[in-house]
């Protein structure tokens, strides 16, 4: 945690956006009962392998833990980290959506995670919550989106359905501008496909302005937002609120797929197309991920930022998927973005 030296400064600003007195503290001890609540349950779940934990410290500030299962029943790899840092500055990348924070320290928070199954019929997946301040700034940011590969699309709407009920605990508007949010961010635009079912995504919130705060302001998250308009006032509590409700959303929406699909029988066929399509998830994490950036651009661990990589994976010059085969469903209906709340068993 930060000293009194190292805090950076709040400048004079109206009081509704202030962040709670002791905003660092009560984010941090969420963060660090998230991952518990997490690696326990899935240490639970997988029953055969444990969770290893690496401390690691930041020369420039901070520090966090990295908790890794490897070659489990059910994962091959999963990783939940918790991480709390500090510094001078922000990276470029961030100033350049929040250049009001130019020149001030900062602090960060969060919890990420990534889990890659054994099974090719359970779906990766991927959650990210995190909280910043620095100077007359703060905001918390964060999501979760699932990446199936021989997907069902109840599994889907599963998810949705959970995330759904999270968000509009807190605002109906949520969910709809989130969710389009996350199939815009989850996109690989050298390949013209989504990473997977998406889920959910934000950034910036401060409780200020539009929800949506992204860099696509043609696009369908922006329009949406904009047609909303701007929210009634969200101070520091709503918001913090809100991603503790998205943060505990994870398990009730991922544990069920998991136990539906982990015992289904799978050969040499299904296991070469998971690995294919993990490569997808190599190539995003490594040219767009924000985290994966911000990580490395302000020195973190970097076993702990590339955690979320998968232990194996292999590249196919020219895949294309046989017709009417499961894997071009994939192609075809789950890398484009669905409404997946009103979709019903037929």
């Not at 599963?158 to 961010?185: G, I, M, N, S």
């Amino acid at each position: 945690m930060l000293t009194n030296s190292q805090t950076p400064t709040v400048e004079a600003v109206p009081s509704k956006s202030l962040p709670a007195p002791d905003a660092q503290t009560r984010v941090s001890q969420f963060m660090k009962q998230l991952q518990d609540e997490i690696t326990e349950s899935l240490g639970k779940l997988d029953g055969v392998a444990k969770f290893h934990e690496d401390s690691w410290e930041r020369p420039e500030g901070g520090g966090g833990r990295s908790r890794v299962l490897r070659d489990g029943a059910i994962f091959e790899q999963a990783g939940v980290n918790f991480s709390e840092v500090w510094g001078s500055h922000l990276p470029a990348s961030i100033l350049a959506q929040r250049p009001e924070a130019a020149g001030h320290g900062f602090y960060a928070t969060g919890t990420s995670m990534v889990l890659h199954p054994h099974n090719p019929y359970v779906p990766t997946v991927h959650l990210n919550y995190r909280y910043f301040e620095a100077g007359p700034v703060w905001w918390f940011g964060g999501g979760l989106d699932l990446t199936p590969y021989y997907p069902f699309a109840e599994d889907a709407a599963h998810l949705h359905k959970t995330l759904k009920q999270a968000c509009d605990e807190h605002h109906p508007e949520y969910y709809p501008v989130f969710k389009r949010w996350c199939d815009e961010y989850f996109y690989l635009k050298h390949r013209d496909e989504t990473r997977g079912v998406g889920g959910l995504f934000f950034d910036y919130q401060d409780g200020q302005g539009v929800l949506y705060r992204g860099p696509n302001p043609d696009g369908e998250a922006a329009s949406y937002s904009n047609q909303v308009g701007t929210p009634e006032t969200r101070n520091w509590e709503d918001l913090f609120g809100f991603v503790q409700g998205c943060g505990r959303a994870f398990l009730p929406a991922y544990v069920p797929i998991v136990e539906r699909r982990h015992g289904m029988e799978y050969g040499d066929r299904q296991r070469n197309f998971q690995l294919y399509r993990r490569g997808r998830y190599v190539e995003f994490n490594l040219v767009y991920d924000r985290g994966t950036i911000f990580g490395l651009q302000t020195n973190g661990r970097t076993e702990s930022i590339l955690m979320s990589l998968p232990p194996l994976v292999r590249w196919e010059y020219g895949y294309q998927p046989e017709p009417n085969s499961p894997e071009a469903e994939l192609y075809e209906t789950f890398l484009k973005p669905q409404d997946w709340i009103n979709w019903t068993a037929k």
